[in-house]
């Protein structure tokens, strides 16, 4: 079976966000990207887990990024992996970066082909499913559990208000949430390996952004916090139904 | 030109989530002088699907088929673009919930449609079609151009007030042929969380941290959440510890929710938990710590 994990660079979630640019653009002064926590937490340690169990998996990582992604793929890398792919362009319209991944992996026959459920940063939530539309597979969302049984693919979905088990031939997209795997932290032999791994840089395909950010904000600043005691109940309770309107 | 809403179908039934889902494409094709379809797939009757209408829904077209009852995306792709096709839709609605966010995807990038997820406003039509969303988790907005003739909106839940303007709306059957490959996703069982309030929707929460000790005690969680008639939500180390179910983690990693009222019982407010509750109107903090992070 070959895989590809979709990797995406993500700001650290501890990252102060700024803008500039009169507030048009996101300022990566001084910010540390991290690999996308659903990427690397269920994604990738998910497909490692398949190919610890069979060794004559493949697995590929996927990034579309300009070279300062290196860093994070490598990281990925020192997880595990046979080796790296970096589309060498960025976009933060989802259609850009799903076009680049199916061209690429139009030509390689990927049985199964895992993402996160979104970025930490964009919220996107839309790559793994127009993926799966360009290259005509089936897409299963929310997943957070994958076996294998033979060329089938057993999958627990989140729906809204529950869970569902499903069950789809391969090829295959899946969006990867919790319950997939355990985070897992590279170790030194792990690190060591992925400097030799291979990171192949790929040329873009031409697509046009369909979707633009023209601005962003931030929200308002918080507004006066009350304390209330614990003999202030009744008052608390007061506040939420005279004040707030809230019960 | 029109405007076409796919409503959330719940064994037959619609709920608040739809309404103001085709009030909100109601809105948009008002101000483009045009009409609103709901779009119905799935099992339902004539009498629950007229009811779209009050909220705005001039046509419903209606997918009969029970295989349409669970999510399965090729055939959901086939039945959503045929209904494009019957409307000449320009402007497609989708719930940001699961099935919105796995179908809207799918069909912007096949009619080249440009996409916005989890949108928080109405368009602005003064510049373009530009709508208001979340990013970085909550803790920023970004407005997004949708710059091609079709478009493609998910909307967040608990956006807008709904509010009955119209009468109900004639129900047409849309026949789609499906092939066997439409159902590759075969469901093989459900397990449906009886009895509670859906978090995504809800309008009071009712959250418990690690604050709390333990499973043990969360009958206090409980007790309020019924009291008041909310969702319980929970922090994530609560469900990394499988104190809690996983749907019930909010924040960064987990959900994004914006409720009227949030209750945070024995959470710190670390700026991960706050990416998925900050939209809340009011938050009401239960600690001991008044340095919290939350404070
Ligand atoms: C990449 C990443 C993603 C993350 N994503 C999320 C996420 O999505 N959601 C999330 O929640 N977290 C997330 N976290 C974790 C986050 O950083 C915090 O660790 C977590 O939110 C803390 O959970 P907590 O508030 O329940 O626990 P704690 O921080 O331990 O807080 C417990 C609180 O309870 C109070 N308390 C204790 N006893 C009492 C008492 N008797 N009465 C009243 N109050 C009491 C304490 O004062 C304290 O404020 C993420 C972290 C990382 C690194
Ligand atoms: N730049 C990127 N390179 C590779 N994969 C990506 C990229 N952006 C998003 N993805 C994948 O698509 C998923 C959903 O992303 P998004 O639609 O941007 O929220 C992520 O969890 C990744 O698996």
């Known amino acids: 079976m070959k895989i ?32 996308n926590p659903y990427d690397e937490w269920y994604a990738l340690v998910r497909a490692l887990e398949l190919k610890e169990a069979d060794a004559s998996n493949t697995l590929h990582l996927i990034t579309v990024g300009k070279p300062d992604a290196d860093a994070v793929i490598r990281k990925a890398l020192a997880l595990g992996g046979d080796e790296a792919i970096r589309i060498d362009t ?23 082909i895992l993402c996160g459920k979104e970025t930490t940063d964009y919220n996107n939530g839309a790559v793994g499913a127009m993926l799966a539309e360009q290259l005509d597979v089936n897409y299963i969302s929310f997943a957070s559990k994958l076996d294998m049984n033979g060329t ?73 916090v009350k304390m209330f005691t614990i003999d202030q109940m009744d008052e608390l309770v007061a506040a939420l139904h005279n004040e707030a309107k809230v019960i | 030109m029109s405007v076409l809403v796919l409503v959330e179908n719940i064994e037959g039934q619609f709920k608040k989530k739809s309404f103001e889902l085709v009030q909100y494409a109601n809105h948009i094709a008002q101000s483009l002088n045009t009409s609103t379809t709901a779009l119905v797939l799935g099992d339902s009757s004539a009498a629950e699907m007229e009811q779209l209408g009050l909220y705005g829904a001039q046509k419903v077209l209606h997918v009969s088929d ?5 999510l399965c995306g090729k055939a959901y792709n086939k ?49 373009g079609f530009v709508v208001k969303r979340n990013v970085f988790a909550g803790k920023a907005f970004a407005q997004v151009a949708l710059n091609t003739d079709k478009k493609v909106i998910t909307l967040l839940a608990n956006s807008f007030p709904v509010q009955k303007t119209g009468n109900p709306a004639s129900v047409e059957a849309l026949n789609v042929s499906f092939t066997d490959a439409d159902f590759g ?7 449906k969380v009886s009895g509670e309030i859906p978090l995504a929707e809800a309008e009071l929460v009712v959250s418990g941290g690690r604050g709390l000790k333990g499973p043990e005690n969360w009958g206090v969680i409980e007790d309020l959440a019924s009291a008041l008639g909310a969702a319980k939500a929970c922090s994530r180390p609560v469900a990394d510890a499988h104190w809690r179910p996983h749907h019930e983690h909010v924040g960064q990693t987990g959900g994004t929710i914006r409720p009227n009222l949030y209750i945070a019982i024995g959470i710190s407010g670390a700026i991960q938990h706050l990416a998925g509750v900050n939209g809340s109107k009011t938050i009401v903090v239960v600690n001991k710590d008044p340095e919290a992070p939350f404070f």
């Open chain 1, 4 to 35: 590809l994990v979709c990797i995406s660079p993500v700001p650290d979630t501890t990252t102060k966000i700024a803008f500039s640019e009169n507030d048009t653009q996101f300022n990566t002064q001084g910010v540390t990207m991290v690999i």
């Open chain 1, 90 to 112: 960025d976009s933060n319209d989802p259609y850009v970066i799903a076009s680049q991944i199916a061209a690429y992996a139009k030509n390689e026959n990927y049985d199964l």
């Open chain 1, 152 to 224: 089938v693919a057993q999958v627990n979905r989140e729906i809204d208000g529950g869970e569902q088990s499903v069950s789809c031939a391969l090829p295959l997209v899946l969006s990867c949430q919790k319950g997939m795997a355990e985070a897992r932290i590279p170790n030194m032999r792990g690190i060591m390996a992925a400097r030799t791994k291979p990171l192949k840089v790929v040329a873009p395909v031409e697509v046009s952004a369909l979707s633009q950010i023209v601005s962003y904000d931030l929200p308002a600043a918080k507004t006066g």
């Open chain 2, 66 to 70: 029970s295989r349409l009852n669970n």
């Open chain 2, 79 to 127: 039945a959503i673009l045929a209904a494009i096709e019957n409307t000449a839709a320009q402007i497609i609605v989708c719930p940001h919930d699961t099935v919105g966010k796995s179908v809207a995807p799918q069909i912007a990038s096949k009619l080249k449609a440009a996409l916005v997820t989890g949108a928080i406003s109405y368009p602005d039509l003064q510049n």
């Open chain 2, 185 to 191: 996703i075969q469901i093989l069982s459900t397990q």
